[in-house]
């Protein structure tokens, strides 16, 4: 009866797994099959800046802005749903007027008429119209997509959105028709899933018959806006249906063209370059260097003889010493860096095993969020051990600054950048609900893990050195040019900078440029590149700095990996001067504002693998020589 009762329940189980298992889609991923004549929606998204040579702006504006003067559906626009990560990249979403049925062409449908355009709304329009500004719409999860074609190989690509209107000479065309084409691939039992969507826009001075339907022609003048009171505009649509081999778990692959994928891998061999060449110093130093060094120390030692130590033994009494300086910040940064590791490493994982699919919008950013969040309980444990063993005793500031400080910072920078947006009225401005969304999830999960972290850190027996620290600081000799501080920093971050700057580049233009970022792959082992480089550039320095009696190790060790984060800001400013041509302020200042807050997390992240990385070459070498 036992085994009946068992093998019944396992019967069960497996037919629940199976059902499951059938109905189970990543979020995002889940294929819609139409039949034909079914209702196929067109959502229309925000207007973003669209350029292939120089970005002019970097606003977005909401689709159903007054000042547009867009159609609207019958019933007024409904807005959808969107994850946290979406509202953040600053898509807003909205039902459209467009009516799509599968397999129905329709040429020359009315949209609608805007009449008596205002003055300064088509002034606004126009300006727009030259700074490149593209209008994005979505259709069954995918983007509307304008074609080009790969000078390389002659492919065509779909590049996301298209554009607004298009400039003749100096003066500016709005684009007031649209043929929509959907690519649609034939399933079984007569159903059928899009699997692209292209729009080619046109501007056409299209009237209306006495029948109140457009009559549109190609060969119609385009429609400039003059800005006198009296413009109007005429919009209208074209869809067109059509067969397409591609399947639908490829339908991507057009919007994820790569250009020239020899770049990427120059970029990964060029990281490759740089840590083997330090793989190789540092193996040269621990092999050769370190390990000559411990035996004649170690040899000293047993033959008792009256010898001064020399060389990095000299500061054994003293490289264990807590930071003179700030050590409360230095745990906090260097908890809060580890915290970012764990976020990005987990978030490149996720990515790369295909879980973070581009049609479920923002769900990056909102894992992204959400690791940060979690992961707050590794920066908690991690800055309360390391505070702990520098001999500090406010416990509480402790907590208190780990849970608040960097989730300050960046908080910090989005409201206050936020203010610009609101200005400006970009869509990309982010809700007041939004906001209170995120400081709720701050203090349901962020406060209470780090809190725990630091408790269980603190609860810890202290971390115990190899070697005892003098009462009296040992007197450092005066260093060299090339060994003080500002130096080796700014020396030490070139490298990890070099390591990763291409795909630095990359990930600007998929920022700035409104592209998908599609080598994540590339990413992931770049970012494995560029902590293995932040690691051995810092014991590099530490061993130089030990050697010339310079004990003073732990916020040098994490500046001179952190020092990569100033690089990017650097790089920043060069790539403003060369790849955009912004022209308003508040453009400039949103720029260098969120290109200041990623440096300052870098600096973080790489700072923390720099401190960590020669805390643990420190106890390495000291435990293994003798000292009295």
């Not at 033994?313 to 050590?327: E, M, Q, T």
């Amino acid at each position: 009866m036992v085994l009946r009762s068992r093998s019944l329940k396992a019967v069960i189980f497996m037919t629940v797994a199976v059902s499951l298992s059938n109905a189970f889609y990543l979020p995002g991923v889940a294929p819609q099959d139409y039949k034909a004549g079914d209702t196929v929606p067109l959502y229309v998204n925000s207007l973003t800046p669209m350029s292939n040579q120089q970005v002019k702006s970097v606003l977005s504006y909401d689709y159903y802005f007054e000042r547009f003067h867009f159609c609207q559906p019958s019933d007024g626009p409904k807005k959808q749903s969107e994850s946290i990560g979406s509202v953040l990249f600053g898509d807003r979403i909205f039902t459209s007027p467009f009516q799509l049925s599968m397999m129905k062409n329709q040429t020359c449908q009315l949209l609608c008429q805007v009449e008596s355009l205002p003055i300064a709304d088509a002034e606004f329009i126009n300006d727009r119209i030259i700074d490149n500004y593209a209008v994005n719409w979505v259709v069954d999860g995918l983007p509307a997509a304008h074609e080009n074609i790969d000078r390389n190989t002659g492919e065509i690509y779909y590049n996301i959105g298209f554009n607004l209107g298009h400039v003749e000479g100096h003066s500016p065309y709005i684009n007031n028709h649209y043929d929509i084409n959907v690519y649609y691939h034939e399933r079984p039992s007569s159903k059928y899933r899009v699997v692209g969507v292209v729009v080619r826009p046109s501007s056409q001075l299209t009237q209306l018959g006495a029948d109140g339907a457009p009559v549109c022609n190609r060969s119609n003048a385009p429609v400039y806006l003059k800005a006198d009171g009296n413009d109007k505009i005429v919009y209208t649509y074209s869809i067109y249906w059509h067969r397409s081999s591609t399947s639908w778990a490829t339908r991507w692959d057009n919007y994820l063209h790569i250009l020239d994928p020899s770049i990427h891998w120059f970029s990964l061999v060029n990281s490759i370059v740089i840590v083997l060449f330090l793989t190789g110093m540092v193996a040269m130093i621990l092999l050769r260097a370190l390990h000559k060094d411990i035996s004649r120390y170690n040899a000293v030692e047993a033959h008792e003889d009256v010898q001064e130590d020399y060389g990095w033994k000299l500061v054994h009494g003293d490289v264990f010493r807590p930071p003179v300086h700030h050590p409360m910040l230095l745990s906090v940064s260097v908890g809060s860096g580890t915290q970012l590791i764990a976020m990005t490493a987990l978030t490149l994982v996720f990515a790369v095993l295909g879980f973070l699919s581009p049609s479920n919008r923002g769900s990056l950013a909102t894992v992204m969020v959400v690791f940060f969040m979690v992961f707050s309980c590794i920066s908690g444990f991690t800055s309360s051990r390391l505070y702990k063993m520098n001999g500090g005793e406010s416990w509480k500031l402790n907590i208190l600054l780990n849970a608040t400080l960097f989730p300050g910072i960046i908080f910090g920078f989005m409201f206050g950048l936020n203010f610009f947006l609101i200005g400006s009225d970009a869509s990309g401005a982010v809700p007041f609900g939004t906001m209170l969304a995120l400081v709720g999830l701050w203090m349901l999960i962020s406060l209470p893990l780090s809190t725990m972290g630091s408790y269980y850190g603190l609860r810890k027996p202290r971390i115990e050195q190899p070697v005892r620290t003098n009462q009296i600081p040992r007197q450092i000799p005066d260093q060299p040019i090339y060994l003080r501080s500002l130096s080796t920093i700014f020396m030490g971050g070139i490298l990890p900078f070099g390591a990763i700057f291409i795909e630095i580049y990359y990930i600007m233009n998929s920022i700035w440029f409104h592209r998908i970022y599609y080598g994540i792959g590339f990413l992931f082992l770049v970012f494995g590149v560029l902590l293995l480089t932040c690691s051995q550039v810092t014991v590099l320095m530490c061993y130089f700095h030990l050697c010339n009696e310079d004990y003073h190790w732990s916020w040098r060790a994490f500046f001179t990996a952190g020092a990569t984060g100033a690089y990017v800001l650097l790089y920043s400013v060069m790539y403003y001067m060369t790849k955009l041509d912004i022209n308003s302020f508040t453009s400039t200042v949103l720029y260098f504002g969120y290109s200041m807050l990623i440096s300052i997390l870098l600096a973080t992240l790489t700072g923390a693998v720099g401190y960590l990385s020669c805390l643990v070459f420190l106890r390495k070498i000291f435990d293994s020589i003798k000292v009295d």
